[in-house]
């Protein structure tokens, strides 16, 4: 996965752009944007928006929604074993919640945890960006029953590093913890995605990771 010619910049500054549109979209402009929603407790605004440019970009013909893992569709004989790894990945978030119990939440927040944290990140983290990326980085080692690349070690850091960083009152923050519990699972979204083809299973799994805590 180390060979020079295994490289493409062209699709590497893609990358880059997808990751600034996203950010941009998420934080409404960076607060340049009207607040349509200023009642909501949570960033629904953020989501829709980067969700939108998500479907667009896997629109495209460079992309395209199979191949971004936008379908319904499992690779045949996928789920026999994927199945149990989405039980590791329930048992998981599970033993998080139970340790870190985060009380029963709101309506509105119950709602979102349900649905936009999947909706919107995976196909942009395990979609597009990880599309982008694996034609950045061409080399692959197959591990697992599945090809890995630097696409999928670099989406699953920039993943961990969304959830980590912070700013608030003039200052960044990061947390560690908070890195290796969103990164780490984040390698078993990726497989599920590769193994199937589809990201229906990383969704499913990402809302109930979510939710979990509110419920547990």
């Not at 752009?17 to 409404?28: H, I, M, P, S």
Request: with cysteine; charged share 10%; proline share 5%.
């Amino acid at each position: 996965m180390t060979r020079r010619h295994a490289f493409s910049l062209r699709w590497l500054l893609v990358a880059a752009a997808l990751v600034g549109v996203n950010d941009f979209l998420l934080t409404r402009g960076y607060g340049l944007l009207p607040n349509l929603f200023p009642s909501a407790e949570w960033n629904w605004q953020g989501k829709i928006l980067a969700l939108i440019a998500t479907l667009a970009v896997a629109a495209l013909p460079a992309f395209e929604w199979r191949r971004s893992g936008l379908t319904f569709a499992q690779a045949e004989g996928s789920l026999r074993k994927c199945v149990p790894v989405a039980l590791v990945y329930c048992t998981f978030f599970v033993a998080i919640s139970l340790t870190f119990p985060g009380g029963p939440g709101s309506h509105e927040e119950v709602a979102f945890q349900l649905t936009m944290p999947g909706f919107e990140e995976e196909p942009f983290y395990r979609g597009i960006l990880l599309l982008a990326l694996d034609r950045a980085f061409t080399g692959r080692l197959r591990l697992f029953g599945v090809e890995w690349g630097w696409g999928a070690v670099l989406s699953c850091a920039l993943f961990g590093m969304t959830h980590a960083f912070g700013f608030s009152h003039g200052h960044f923050s990061f947390d560690l913890l908070t890195m290796t519990l969103t990164a780490l699972p984040s390698f078993i979204a990726i497989w599920l995605r590769l193994r199937t083809g589809s990201l229906l299973l990383p969704v499913l799994l990402h809302n109930f990771g979510n939710s979990i805590s509110l419920v547990v």
